[in-house]
């Protein structure tokens, strides 16, 4: 296993059972019941959390950019204590930047579930190693904020659900936009308030992949243990190129664009606007999950059996358009080809939002007849409203994490939607339409199409499943 044998100190140990009495007698933050938008009580969790004793310490698994930015945004909370990276350069330079280098660097991230000195958990590692670290932290007894999409396939969903409310563990994932209040957040204000009427069709739009020329096998830098960034997929050569300005990969970044560690856009920005359309049909009393997926995707690569031919070049969906069948003659449309965010369409109006604009004629009536006051609150779960946007859904991390609540962005809403977009996703492999019993999260007729609910994990790189840790 290649465990470092750095261990929690004694005092280490100490300051832990301290953080985790606060953790147990905190008292609850107000919630904004009658704010619109933000919570504006003086007493905040910000200021509530400056003490050195409050602070919560966190270990952070995936030590790139999504990683970087997320504790930017939560920084003013946190000690980073322990960092594991397959890569040595990323994980030392977040070291450097978040702990001034004081914090235990590791390759293999279970010495960071051993420790019972953190609080809390962070994974930013490519799709492909989400679900296996986020099953283990759960069973070791922590609480995670895990990035999005939080799986690679359909049963890896059922396994994460099962073990986290076996758990009872806090897991909140990094869809962001459901804590932008004045954007994706008062949109399902207004659905929940009654101003589109019955919905009738919502739409996600959100681009398509790139492609890439042939990318020739490279040599692994000195830094990276290629062997465990492939982790649980297909053993493969590691390749690498630069054209112009841009590098072309199967590793940092660019994994995005190989179904061997992701989705493509369909996970990638289908687990963004995808969720804010099921959110929307959610709140709109749509709580039966989707029929059948049809539609059409275009890839740069050919395909046999739902399986890419060649293995050197980016081979997810550069196009598609996909339509949902819901009870009740909803649909949901999936698209890359016009502006980029949510469409949402009732009865009674359409609202279009993305990450720079909330319009449609219902927003305009808004300066007429306003929400009430309470009415983003709401559909915020009650939680509080102190800061927007990724700042925000740290604060609600760690404020359910203190008060045992769940977050706003849970696991089991997130794999509702994200089922819709392995399901376009299978669709776009094997170029057919598909058939969904909800229920059982089975495709109905197409053993085929089944076959693509999980994928096998390489030797030496199963899920531990362990007897959970209680708390």
Same mark, same amino acid.
């Given at each position: 296993m290649n465990r470092n044998e750095n261990a929690p100190s004694t005092e280490r140990s100490l300051q832990a059972n301290g953080r985790r009495e606060f953790l147990k007698t905190s008292a609850a933050v107000g919630a904004?019941?009658?704010?619109?938008?933000?919570?504006?009580?003086?007493?905040?969790?910000?200021?509530?959390?400056?003490?050195?004793?409050?602070?919560?310490?966190?270990?952070?698994?995936?030590?790139?950019?999504?990683?970087?930015?997320?504790?930017?945004?939560?920084?003013?909370?946190l000690d980073v204590v322990a960092v594991a990276d397959v890569d040595k350069g990323r994980s030392d330079n977040f070291n450097k930047r978040f702990s001034d280098g004081k914090?235990?660097?590791?390759?293999?991230?279970?010495?960071?579930?051993?420790?019972?000195?953190?609080?809390?958990?962070?994974?930013?590692t490519p799709d492909h190693w989400h679900t296996k670290p986020l099953v283990e932290a759960m069973l070791a007894g922590k609480d995670v904020y895990c990035e999005k999409p939080l799986t690679l396939t359909i049963d890896e969903g059922k396994l994460i659900r099962k073990v986290q409310k076996d758990t009872g563990r806090i897991v909140q994932v990094g869809t962001q936009q459901r804590s932008t209040f004045h954007l994706f957040v008062k949109a399902m204000a207004m659905v929940a308030e009654g101003r589109l009427g019955k919905i009738t069709q919502v739409q996600a739009a959100i681009g398509g992949a790139p492609t890439s020329p042939e990318i020739p096998v490279a040599e692994v830098?000195?830094?990276?243990?290629?062997?465990?960034?492939?982790?649980?997929?297909?053993?493969?050569?590691?390749?690498?190129?630069?054209?112009?300005?841009?590098?072309?990969t199967n590793c940092h970044y660019e994994f995005r664009w190989w179904y061997e560690y992701s989705g493509g856009k369909l996970t990638d920005w289908g687990a963004h606007h995808v969720d804010i359309c099921?959110?929307?049909?959610?709140?709109?009393?749509q709580t039966e999950g989707p029929l059948s997926i049809s539609g059409t995707a275009k890839h740069p690569v050919d395909f046999q059996d739902g399986f890419p031919v060649p293995n050197d070049r980016y081979n997810t969906a550069t196009g598609f358009q996909?339509?949902?069948?819901?009870?009740?003659?909803?649909?949901?449309?999936?698209?890359?080809?016009?502006? !980029? +965010?949510?469409?949402?369409?009732?009865?009674?109006?359409?609202?279009? #939002?993305?990450?720079? *604009?909330?319009?449609?004629?219902? %927003?305009?009536?808004?300066?007429?007849?306003?929400?009430?006051?309470?009415?983003?609150?709401?559909?915020?779960?009650?939680?509080?409203?102190?800061? !927007? +946007?990724?700042?925000?859904?740290?604060?609600?991390?760690?404020?359910? #994490?203190?008060?045992? *609540?769940?977050?706003?962005?849970? %696991?089991?809403?997130?794999?509702?939607?994200?089922?819709?977009?392995?399901?376009?996703?299978?669709?776009?492999?094997?170029?057919?339409?598909?058939?969904?019993?909800?229920?059982?999260?089975?495709?109905?007729?197409d053993e085929e199409a089944n076959s693509f609910l999980a994928r096998p994990y390489r030797e030496g790189y199963e899920i531990e499943m362990r007897k959970p840790v209680k708390s």
């Amino acid at each position: 296993m290649n465990r470092n044998e750095n261990a929690p100190s004694t005092e280490r140990s100490l300051q832990a059972n301290g953080r985790r009495e606060f953790l147990k007698t905190s008292a609850a933050v107000g919630a904004a019941t009658s704010v619109p938008y933000f919570f504006s009580s003086s007493k905040t969790q910000a200021a509530e959390t400056q003490s050195k004793n409050d602070r919560m310490t966190i270990g952070v698994i995936g030590a790139g950019g999504m990683a970087t930015g997320n504790i930017d945004s939560a920084k003013e909370w946190l000690d980073v204590v322990a960092v594991a990276d397959v890569d040595k350069g990323r994980s030392d330079n977040f070291n450097k930047r978040f702990s001034d280098g004081k914090a235990d660097v590791y390759e293999d991230y279970r010495e960071i579930l051993d420790r019972d000195d953190i609080d809390v958990i962070h994974i930013a590692t490519p799709d492909h190693w989400h679900t296996k670290p986020l099953v283990e932290a759960m069973l070791a007894g922590k609480d995670v904020y895990c990035e999005k999409p939080l799986t690679l396939t359909i049963d890896e969903g059922k396994l994460i659900r099962k073990v986290q409310k076996d758990t009872g563990r806090i897991v909140q994932v990094g869809t962001q936009q459901r804590s932008t209040f004045h954007l994706f957040v008062k949109a399902m204000a207004m659905v929940a308030e009654g101003r589109l009427g019955k919905i009738t069709q919502v739409q996600a739009a959100i681009g398509g992949a790139p492609t890439s020329p042939e990318i020739p096998v490279a040599e692994v830098p000195e830094n990276l243990n290629w062997d465990r960034w492939l982790g649980p997929a297909p053993k493969v050569d590691y390749r690498y190129m630069k054209k112009g300005k841009h590098a072309h990969t199967n590793c940092h970044y660019e994994f995005r664009w190989w179904y061997e560690y992701s989705g493509g856009k369909l996970t990638d920005w289908g687990a963004h606007h995808v969720d804010i359309c099921n959110w929307a049909l959610k709140l709109n009393g749509q709580t039966e999950g989707p029929l059948s997926i049809s539609g059409t995707a275009k890839h740069p690569v050919d395909f046999q059996d739902g399986f890419p031919v060649p293995n050197d070049r980016y081979n997810t969906a550069t196009g598609f358009q996909f339509n949902v069948k819901y009870p009740g003659d909803t649909e949901m449309i999936i698209r890359n080809d016009t502006d !980029n +965010g949510v469409l949402i369409t009732g009865t009674q109006g359409k609202i279009f #939002v993305n990450r720079g *604009k909330l319009v449609g004629k219902p %927003v305009e009536d808004l300066a007429s007849n306003p929400l009430p006051e309470d009415a983003i609150s709401k559909v915020y779960k009650g939680l509080p409203m102190e800061h !927007n +946007g990724r700042k925000q859904h740290w604060a609600n991390f760690l404020h359910c #994490v203190r008060e045992r *609540k769940e977050p706003i962005s849970d %696991v089991h809403s997130h794999m509702e939607m994200l089922n819709v977009c392995h399901l376009a996703g299978i669709t776009a492999r094997l170029g057919r339409d598909l058939k969904w019993d909800d229920s059982n999260e089975q495709i109905v007729g197409d053993e085929e199409a089944n076959s693509f609910l999980a994928r096998p994990y390489r030797e030496g790189y199963e899920i531990e499943m362990r007897k959970p840790v209680k708390s």
